[in-house]
């Protein structure tokens, strides 16, 4: 294994799950985009250890150099997690259920309701409903809660 | 200690996967028959072969592409009447010869050996078994931390 397939190997085996817990943090006050990336990276990495332990153990014998099953081997962790990442991205929306998620993120001292997710859930879903009410008039997306 | 235990856990996800499925092959390897499984003659080593002898009927079992990576190991089993040639080529071909007549009782893969070093890290490169050891030092860190949030629920630090 040269330096090159055992460095894509880390990033896949360390770098994509670190990746994905630092987007999951605070995910209650991503956007859609933030939860969508967080999602489908999250799934691409789990198709990613299907595909990456199956390439691992079918046949279990040593790979040879530059074959399909080596590519298997190194680039389906970090591949899969990228691309469902991009994927998830792209088609990631605002929650059906819960409060709306926030278009950016909502800082510390910003004084929006919003802040803090450590609060009883019914408490924080009625912020949710009185922050999304409050911008009913103009909200693009239709209303949040049926 | 909650994000050290999130992020070890984490972290080791997949390593901890591969591991515990080698792990589990390796233990049932005559079942899943990733190693031969080849009934014992003769027991003893008197009237045994020379050496030299048992690879040479091995060499011509296994052909010359094979014999031509040379000998990994010769695993001698006296109580069995038998030696396990085992060569150095890449699916780890192994030759089971009877020890005084030369017959060759067996000729197959050695699958179990990729699991071993698959195990330990060491199929990646050499210096892959560190990986293996920070694991094992992360299961640990895992445990303690573990058994930390159990006994002080509240002390979520």
């Keep these: 294994m040269t330096i090159l397939e055992g460095g894509l190997l880390l990033v896949g085996l360390f770098g994509a799950p670190a990746a994905l817990l630092a987007i999951s943090h605070r995910f209650r006050d991503r956007g859609r985009r933030g939860r969508g990336t967080f999602w489908g990276g999250l799934t691409g990495y789990g198709v990613g250890i299907a595909v990456w332990v ?32 991009l994927a998830g991205a792209l088609v990631g929306r605002t929650p059906r259920r819960g409060p709306k998620a926030p278009t950016g993120r909502v800082l510390k001292n910003s004084g929006d309701p919003r802040y803090g997710t450590t609060g009883p859930a019914s408490r924080r879903i009625a912020e949710g409903i009185a922050v999304a009410t409050s911008r009913r008039s103009n909200d693009e997306d239709g209303p949040v809660l049926p | ?107 197959g893969e050695r699958n179990d050996v990729f699991l071993e070093k698959l195990h330990s890290g060491e199929i990646f490169g050499d210096r892959w078994t560190l990986l293996s050891d920070a694991l094992a030092v992360g299961l640990l860190i895992l445990l303690l931390s573990g058994t930390w949030m159990w006994l002080y629920p509240k002390a979520r630090m």
Excluded at chain 1, 55 to 82: C, H, S
Excluded at chain 2, 10 to 25: F, K, R, Y
Excluded at chain 2, 53 to 71: I, P, T, W
């Design chain 1, 54 to 85: 199956a390439a691992i153990f079918v046949p279990p014998v040593m790979w040879d150099p530059a074959t399909l099953r080596l590519a298997g081997v190194v680039l389906p962790l970090a591949g899969l997690a990228v691309a469902g990442a």
């Design chain 2, 1 to 107: 200690m909650f994000h050290t235990h999130l992020w070890i856990g984490v972290l080791s996800a997949a390593l901890v996967i591969v591991v515990s499925v080698t792990g589990i092959l390796l233990n049932h390897k005559r079942t899943f028959g990733l190693m031969p499984d080849v009934a014992g003659v003769e027991a003893g080593l008197e009237g045994a072969l020379p050496l030299a002898d048992v690879v040479r009927a091995a060499e011509g079992a296994v052909g010359n592409a094979v014999a031509a990576g040379g000998v990994d190991r010769i695993d001698v089993r006296p109580d069995d009447g038998l030696a396990k040639v085992r060569f150095a080529d890449r699916l780890v071909t192994e030759a089971t010869v009877a020890l005084r007549t030369g017959e060759v009782l067996h000729v």
